[in-house]
């Protein structure tokens, strides 16, 4: 079983990242079950999506301590869902930041070295500078798909079924800027 | 066959193309908002946006004894408001066959309560059925049209935010050819009044009993054998954590019809387990019926009526497991907000500035209500954000309506403002009404109405005049303003307010996540000129934040709307238009 998180802030493009890893995961023949967020959440909220692969799903949520990898657009949120991984499990984010509104309006405060505060805990992490090589590919909002070239590197795979999953799930419109911003991501590290 | 990934929604709207379904009508409403959106895209099925929950299902209530397959969707809350014309509708019973779906939000991901539609099954005296994952989506909903006709009643398909929301595999099927049954006036099954409603209300009970026999031995309530030490009895989600948590290490009863619920199936199973336990989520409708009938069960003793479960909590409570631990770290929380460029924000700075009551509504603007803007007073249900102050007004002095305001979106206005505004204006309180015409439904993201011009197939349509219904309501001050210009919204706001008569201001910019609005370029922050003294910053913008005293824009956000520049005395903003 494969037990996937996708965190960010609502409109980073989560949903585009677990479509393709849903359709990714069908094609290798598994059963697979992605949650995904709709409404209210959406609008720049903390946000999960859960995808799970293997030979029956039941729940399509991921418990505590389950994740084999979390995927996170920002690196707050991958401290947030950090207690889901398990344990030699991987975490790749973008170093981006993102400040929530009560940091905004000097309520809370952003917190200080993420990294060092992962490096605490007995899993891998892979950060990047997602937002720098989808601007490079194009267009910063490719900063998804550059985090899912880092994860395709470190969750395996046919490399042919991650550009067919690619292929399926952007509009051909965007293809050629994807597919640069999924090599960026998978040969950033 | 063809198998296909999608989420619940879409799948149940496969299911009613499969079934040869004939006429959708719905409004949107998280979590059931897609099913709609789906099955508008097959071209054989002809399917609408209603003003509300309630015209939707009469439409699909005449479009049934017209002779059609029919069906709506709504979320919980929308359920109580089409409960008027379902409760007789299952007097009347159907034509063609009729489907209401219904999707619960456990945990409150985008609703203002967590009530159990379930109820509405029973009260309403109508079946019930509830899916557990996309495949069943569909088999389903075919399945309620089957019963539907057969037993002359609509059926309630139930939903919740994990089933609707979560995509897993289905194998598709080919459309059904239903055709559209001739219509025939039946005067003694079509109009309730009450001599012929009397004898349809011997047919409801009697269908009842029916229906209870068939959920004896109805396929999909299913028994799934495995450990008899643990017996769980449970349906749609909940089935699914259950499953999750105990595997083989435990026996079920899946209740794919919630409602009405076997007796003597119930009985059997509970036969064959050591000790019964019902997983439910919100309330104890499968509990109070097994201890109705006398089946000893462990249920909402120790599981809560309150949110989401998790297998982790219900190895907890019945295997006595130590919870999973919690996050250690201290990450402040990040809550939804009005994005980079939303019309709204000008408002509600401006109520919050004058300090004015705001009675509020149903959409994005109730995020109005956080910290820094906090120009929300009330929250309650559709509509309610202009009849509540009509309320307020009247039992306070003459003063009070000088400092209060109503806010409603233009499509929540359409759905239920408008009653309230004429209540204002026949029984004269000195009310003002902001309608925050962002022009479209928003928050359930972005659906026609019928203000906005395109039905939900794309097709153009007469655009409902906002200012025309109000003047024709009977108020006669009637101003529209753009929300950007805060400077001429605070004035025309405290005019009207001092106004002894209604008024409505129209705030009228299109959504700014519109693909048809074009932005302007970022803003930057001259770093010289800032003094760090955010101002900028009580407008709640998402784009700006301090970064070292000085205020910063994250230029990949910010829209332009410039919001924050008129908000700045030493014009440290630069770039966009000006």
């Given at each position: 079983?494969?037990?996937?998180?996708?965190v960010?802030?609502?409109?980073?493009?989560?949903?585009?990242?677990?479509?393709?890893?849903?359709?990714?995961?069908?094609?290798?023949?598994?059963?697979?079950?992605?949650?995904?967020?709709?409404?209210?959440?959406?609008?720049?909220?903390?946000?999960?999506?859960?995808?799970?692969?293997?030979?029956?799903?039941?729940?399509?949520?991921?418990?505590?301590?389950?994740?084999?990898?979390?995927?996170?657009?920002?690196?707050?949120?991958?401290?947030?869902?950090?207690?889901?991984?398990?344990?030699?499990?991987?975490?790749?984010?973008?170093?981006?930041?993102?400040?929530?509104?009560?940091?905004?309006?000097?309520?809370?405060?952003?917190?200080?070295?993420?990294?060092?505060?992962?490096?605490?805990?007995?899993?891998?992490?892979?950060?990047i500078?997602?937002?720098?090589?989808?601007?490079?590919?194009?267009?910063?909002?490719?900063?998804?798909?550059?985090?899912?070239?880092?994860?395709?590197?470190i969750?395996?795979?046919?490399?042919?079924?991650?550009?067919?999953?690619?292929?399926?799930?952007?509009?051909?419109?965007?293809?050629?800027?994807?597919?640069?911003?999924?090599?960026?991501?998978?040969?950033?590290? | 066959?063809?198998?296909?990934?999608?989420?619940?929604?879409?799948?149940?709207?496969?299911?009613?193309?499969?079934?040869?379904?004939?006429?959708?009508?719905?409004?949107?409403?998280?979590?059931?908002?897609?099913?709609?959106?789906?099955?508008?895209?097959?071209?054989?099925?002809?399917?609408?946006?209603?003003?509300?929950?309630?015209?939707?299902?009469?439409?699909?209530?005449?479009?049934?004894?017209?002779?059609?397959?029919?069906?709506?969707?709504?979320?919980?809350?929308?359920?109580?408001?089409?409960?008027?014309?379902?409760?007789?509708?299952?007097?009347?019973?159907?034509?063609?066959?009729?489907?209401?779906?219904?999707?619960?939000?456990?945990?409150?991901?985008?609703?203002?309560?967590?009530?159990?539609?379930?109820?509405?099954?029973?009260?309403?005296?109508?079946?019930?059925?509830?899916?557990?994952?996309?495949q069943?989506?569909?088999?389903?909903?075919?399945?309620?049209?089957?019963?539907?006709?057969?037993?002359?009643?609509p059926?309630?398909?139930?939903?919740?935010?994990?089933?609707?929301?979560?995509?897993?595999?289905?194998?598709?099927?080919?459309?059904?050819?239903?055709?559209?049954?001739?219509y025939?006036?039946n005067?003694?099954?079509?109009?309730?009044?009450?001599?012929?409603?009397?004898?349809?209300?011997?047919?409801?009970?009697?269908?009842?009993?029916?229906?209870?026999?068939?959920?004896?031995?109805?396929e999909?309530n299913?028994?799934?054998?495995?450990?008899?030490?643990?017996?769980?009895?449970?349906?749609?989600?909940?089935?699914?954590?259950?499953?999750?948590?105990?595997?083989?290490?435990?026996?079920?009863?899946?209740?794919?019809?919630?409602?009405?619920?076997?007796?003597?199936?119930?009985?059997?199973?509970?036969?064959?387990?050591?000790?019964?336990?019902?997983?439910?989520?919100?309330?104890?409708?499968?509990?109070?019926?097994?201890?109705?009938?006398?089946?000893?069960?462990?249920?909402?003793?120790?599981?809560?009526?309150?949110?989401?479960?998790?297998?982790?909590?219900?190895?907890?409570?019945?295997?006595?497991?130590?919870?999973?631990?919690?996050?250690?770290?201290?990450?402040?929380?990040?809550?939804?907000?009005?994005?980079?460029?939303?019309?709204?924000?000008?408002?509600?700075?401006?109520?919050?500035?004058?300090?004015?009551?705001?009675?509020?509504?149903?959409?994005?603007?109730?995020?109005?209500?956080?910290?820094?803007?906090?120009?929300?007073?009330?929250t309650?249900?559709?509509?309610?954000?202009?009849?509540?102050?009509?309320?307020?007004?009247?039992?306070?002095?003459?003063?009070?309506?000088?400092?209060?305001?109503?806010?409603?979106?233009?499509s929540?206005?359409?759905?239920?403002?408008?009653?309230?505004?004429?209540?204002?204006v026949?029984?004269?309180?000195?009310?003002?009404?902001?309608?925050?015409?962002?022009?479209?439904?928003?928050?359930t993201?972005?659906?026609?109405?019928?203000?906005?011009?395109?039905?939900?197939?794309?097709?153009?349509?007469?655009?409902?005049?906002?200012?025309?219904?109000?003047?024709?309501?009977?108020?006669?001050?009637?101003?529209?303003?753009?929300?950007?210009?805060?400077?001429?919204?605070?004035?025309?706001?405290?005019?009207?307010?001092?106004?002894p008569?209604?008024?409505?201001?129209?705030a009228?910019?299109?959504?700014?996540?519109?693909?048809?609005?074009?932005?302007k370029?970022?803003?930057?922050?001259?770093?010289?000129?800032?003094?760090?003294?955010?101002?900028?910053?009580?407008?709640?913008?998402?784009?700006?934040?301090?970064?070292?005293?000085?205020?910063?824009?994250?230029?990949?956000?910010?829209?332009?709307?410039?919001?924050?520049?008129?908000?700045?005395?030493?014009?440290?903003?630069?770039?966009?238009?000006?």
């Amino acid at each position: 079983m494969v037990n996937v998180l996708i965190v960010g802030v609502g409109g980073q493009g989560s949903l585009l990242a677990s479509r393709i890893l849903g359709t990714l995961y069908l094609n290798e023949g598994l059963d697979v079950k992605v949650s995904e967020v709709h409404g209210m959440s959406q609008r720049g909220g903390s946000v999960v999506t859960y995808v799970r692969a293997g030979e029956e799903i039941a729940s399509p949520i991921i418990p505590v301590g389950e994740a084999d990898v979390i995927i996170a657009f920002e690196q707050l949120e991958a401290l947030r869902w950090i207690h889901y991984l398990k344990k030699d499990g991987a975490v790749i984010y973008s170093k981006q930041e993102i400040a929530p509104m009560p940091v905004i309006t000097g309520a809370a405060k952003y917190p200080e070295d993420i990294y060092g505060k992962i490096a605490k805990y007995p899993v891998r992490q892979v950060a990047i500078e997602a937002d720098k090589l989808a601007l490079e590919a194009g267009n910063v909002k490719a900063a998804n798909v550059v985090l899912m070239g880092a994860a395709s590197k470190i969750l395996g795979g046919d490399e042919k079924l991650w550009q067919e999953a690619l292929v399926a799930n952007v509009p051909a419109k965007f293809l050629d800027l994807n597919k640069k911003a999924f090599e960026f991501g998978r040969n950033s590290d | 066959m063809e198998k296909k990934m999608m989420i619940g929604n879409a799948a149940v709207a496969r299911g009613l193309y499969e079934a040869g379904c004939h006429f959708v009508s719905s409004y949107p409403g998280t979590p059931s908002t897609e099913i709609t959106e789906h099955v508008a895209k097959y071209e054989e099925v002809y399917a609408e946006w209603a003003p509300n929950e309630k015209v939707a299902v009469e439409a699909a209530i005449g479009a049934s004894i017209g002779g059609g397959r029919a069906f709506a969707a709504m979320k919980h809350v929308g359920l109580n408001v089409a409960a008027d014309p379902l409760f007789t509708a299952s007097y009347t019973g159907v034509n063609g066959g009729v489907v209401i779906a219904v999707a619960d939000d456990m945990g409150m991901h985008s609703s203002q309560n967590e009530q159990d539609s379930r109820h509405y099954a029973r009260a309403s005296k109508m079946p019930m059925l509830e899916p557990a994952d996309s495949q069943e989506c569909k088999d389903f909903a075919i399945l309620a049209y089957e019963m539907s006709e057969k037993y002359d009643t609509p059926v309630y398909l139930r939903l919740s935010t994990r089933v609707a929301h979560s995509q897993s595999t289905v194998t598709l099927g080919t459309r059904l050819d239903v055709a559209v049954k001739p219509y025939e006036k039946n005067i003694s099954k079509y109009v309730m009044m009450p001599a012929k409603a009397k004898a349809r209300h011997v047919v409801v009970e009697q269908r009842e009993l029916d229906l209870r026999a068939y959920a004896e031995t109805a396929e999909i309530n299913k028994v799934i054998m495995g450990d008899t030490k643990i017996g769980i009895i449970a349906s749609g989600i909940a089935f699914q954590y259950a499953r999750e948590a105990f595997g083989k290490n435990a026996s079920y009863l899946k209740l794919g019809m919630v409602y009405p619920l076997p007796v003597d199936l119930i009985r059997d199973f509970a036969s064959k387990v050591d000790k019964l336990y019902v997983i439910e989520e919100l309330d104890d409708i499968f509990e109070a019926h097994c201890l109705k009938h006398g089946i000893a069960v462990e249920g909402k003793a120790i599981f809560s009526k309150m949110g989401e479960y998790t297998p982790e909590m219900l190895r907890n409570k019945i295997l006595g497991e130590a919870l999973p631990e919690g996050n250690h770290e201290d990450a402040p929380v990040r809550p939804p907000v009005l994005c980079p460029g939303c019309p709204h924000r000008g408002i509600f700075y401006v109520l919050n500035k004058l300090k004015l009551v705001v009675s509020g509504d149903i959409g994005c603007y109730t995020l109005g209500a956080q910290p820094p803007l906090e120009a929300v007073d009330t929250t309650l249900c559709m509509g309610a954000s202009i009849s509540g102050l009509h309320g307020m007004n009247m039992v306070n002095d003459p003063e009070f309506a000088k400092k209060s305001v109503a806010v409603i979106g233009d499509s929540t206005f359409i759905h239920s403002g408008m009653t309230g505004l004429t209540n204002i204006v026949y029984n004269q309180s000195p009310s003002t009404v902001i309608i925050l015409d962002n022009s479209i439904t928003g928050m359930t993201g972005h659906q026609q109405n019928p203000a906005t011009g395109l039905t939900l197939k794309g097709r153009p349509a007469p655009i409902l005049d906002l200012e025309a219904v109000c003047r024709a309501i009977g108020v006669s001050r009637v101003t529209v303003v753009d929300p950007y210009d805060m400077k001429e919204c605070e004035r025309v706001l405290k005019e009207e307010l001092d106004a002894p008569e209604p008024s409505v201001i129209i705030a009228r910019r299109p959504c700014a996540l519109l693909k048809s609005v074009k932005h302007k370029p970022a803003l930057k922050v001259n770093a010289d000129k800032c003094v760090g003294c955010k101002m900028c910053l009580k407008i709640g913008c998402p784009a700006i934040s301090m970064v070292d005293g000085k205020a910063v824009v994250d230029t990949s956000i910010c829209v332009g709307c410039g919001l924050c520049a008129d908000m700045c005395k030493l014009g440290c903003f630069e770039g966009g238009e000006n």
